[in-house]
């Protein structure tokens, strides 16, 4: 067993045999069992129409980043569903929907947020089970792995609190031009919602719920990795909300979400991943006017410090910019862009503090890196390294580079120019890249060429230097983070990018916006329409022409 004395090549090494406490176990021992994590045994399940139905085809090998014996850590196995699945869910989501007329686009907004609420009360039953699936599916750090679960909670009880207050801001009429009004959000229809590996969860339920309580069926496309960690939760969608309101299913991507999209029967894609694949989604789509899509990609967010910054407060930022989560978020810090006159003493500082990082299993206490869930990550790392050192990079931290089978220390590398891959590509993961500039131009230029524009983090001091900086950071981004790192939260905040980092726009109320249209029902205010209003409201004959105040 190693410890914090032993060398740093060693304790990594130790990494590829990772010693497995009881506490963490997904299933208690059974005899014959070979595999230290326990098997979960629910990842044959799926749901269409309402039932959770047990997969008899072929299953894939789910393995965990955290090696024991040297390898990757079997934990279970998952469904491989095929076409005929996949179109049995559309089938399902399709049928609900019934061209607007079924139970669930058609009942009060009052009755969905209670089937809503049911649900999350069950969902806070099965805490712990999600996050120990999170730890072991994509080595997420026990603290960051439940706070995943419950920023995820909070979001649902946060949704459901704002569709209250927009049901209660439609549920009055207006009057304009002689015409009498009533105005609320409607649903799209079938909605499609995949989400990413490094926010398996919460990033699958924040386009799901909204587009959910809206009115819209959902067929859910679970990712490759942390497919796992939804398991728990079929049982509660089944038993809260009608049949074919929610359908969740697993295989490889081609094979199950191409017939999705063939078909025609989409109304809204939520999709958060690369450019490259929402792009292959969207073609496939027979009718592009007829989806609406959300999507989150990819990101290449700057740094820039200034030569008046914080230099202490600019480290500790961009350290955690740059690695949370080993640097696999899209709102990660992915090029440090740094003042030639403070160059040397932020990239001191920098890599001290990078190389101080505790490393191990994510139910290690205080651990910040962990291993990495993606097969291969480790050698396409070294290769953005390599490409940038090969062009005349330096790297900077004694660790840089370490690495066991899935696990890969940070490397922080200077002198990152025009030509190298980590210029101008997402690394997603433990690499910190930093550029240096003279005229901050340089930066707003690579920003205005390049093809990404979500966030930006801005360290100085000067108020008439970073209120310039704001009105132009401002028209190249969606967020300017003053003295602080990147982030997505708090989830009021509207979530979104330009260019290829995103269309649409996430957050609490947003979402309810994205996954919804307004429509109206319109009347010329004429005595008779009148009183057929005020029938129709007091012998509440309809679920959208209503007065009803919801508390
Ligand atoms: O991967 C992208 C996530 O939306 C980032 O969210 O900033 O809260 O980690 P976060």
């Keep these: 067993m190693s410890t914090p004395n032993t060398p740093i090549r060693e304790r990594v090494a130790s990494l590829d045999h990772t010693v497995v406490p009881e506490s963490v176990r997904l299933a208690p021992a059974t005899a014959g069992e070979t595999s230290p994590a326990g098997l979960y045994r629910h990842g044959d399940r799926y749901l269409i129409g309402g039932e959770v139905c047990l997969w008899t085809g072929d299953t894939t090998e789910v393995t965990s980043p955290i090696c024991t014996d040297g390898k990757r850590t079997v934990i279970g196995r998952a469904a491989s569903l095929t076409r005929e699945e996949s179109l049995d869910a559309m089938a399902a989501a399709v049928s609900a929907w019934d061209h607007g007329r079924g139970e669930w686009p058609t009942m009060r907004v009052g009755a969905r947020i209670e089937r809503a609420q ?36 909070a979001y649902i009880e946060d949704t459901i609190d704002a569709l209250k207050e927009f049901d209660r801001d439609g549920g009055r009429f207006t009057q304009g031009g ?36 809206m009115g819209n069926p959902i067929v859910c496309k679970l990712p490759k990795y942390g497919a796992l960690c939804q398991g728990p939760l079929l049982p509660a969608f089944a038993e809260c909300f009608p049949a074919g309101a929610v359908n969740v299913i697993n295989g490889e991507g081609p094979t199950v979400v191409g017939p999705l999209l063939e078909s025609g029967a989409l109304a809204s894609l939520a999709f958060i991943g690369t450019a490259r694949v929402a792009n292959i989604l969207k073609r496939q789509h027979p009718h592009l006017n007829r989806m609406r899509c959300i999507l989150g990609l990819e990101a290449k967010n700057p740094a820039i410090i200034l030569p008046d910054a914080d ?8 350290v955690a910019g740059a690695l949370s989560y080993n640097g696999q978020r899209c709102t990660g810090i992915k090029l440090i862009w740094v003042h030639r006159k403070v160059e040397t003493a932020f990239l001191d500082r920098l890599a001290a503090a990078v190389d101080k990082l ?18 291969g990550k480790t050698a396409r790392l070294q290769a953005f390294v390599d490409d940038a050192v090969g062009r005349g990079a330096q790297i900077v931290n004694e660790n840089a580079g370490i690495h066991s089978e899935t696990f890969y220390f940070p490397a922080v590398v200077r002198g990152v120019k025009a030509g190298m891959a980590l210029h101008s590509q997402e690394q997603f993961g433990p690499i910190v890249p930093v550029s240096s500039f003279d005229d901050v131009s340089e930066v707003l230029d690579w920003l ?49 990018g330009r260019k290829d980092s995103a269309e649409g726009t996430l957050s609490v109320s947003d ?28 012998r509440r004959t309809s679920k959208f022409v209503s007065t009803d105040y919801l508390f």
């Design 358 to 375: 505790g490393f191990g299993a994510p139910w290690d206490q205080g651990v910040q890196l962990t291993p990495l869930p993606e097969e």
């Design 511 to 538: 979402a309810l916006r994205s996954f919804s249209i307004r429509s109206m029902v319109a009347a010329p205010s004429t005595h008779d329409n009148r009183d057929l209003l005020r029938q129709v409201l007091t």
């Design 178 to 213: 002689g015409v009498i009004t009533q105005i609320r959000r409607a649903p799209l229809g079938p909605t499609l919602c995949m989400g990413p590996f490094n926010y398996p969860l919460n990033e699958t339920f924040t386009t799901l719920i909204p587009a959910l309580l």
């Design 118 to 153: 049911a649900f999350v009360e069950k969902m806070k039953h099965v805490r712990e089970e999600s996050v120990r699936l999170l730890m072991w599916e994509i080595a997420k750090t026990r603290a960051d792995s439940e706070k995943e679960f419950d920023r995820t909670v």
């Design 448 to 496: 205005a060429e390049g093809a990404y524009g979500q966030q930006a983090s801005l360290f100085g001091r000067d108020p008439v230097t970073i209120g310039g900086l704001c009105d132009v950071l401002a028209n190249l981004v969606c967020r300017v983070n003053l003295n602080a790192q990147c982030q997505r939260g708090p989830d009021v905040f509207p979530f979104t």
């Design 311 to 318: 230099l202490d407060l600019a480290v500790k930022e961009c």
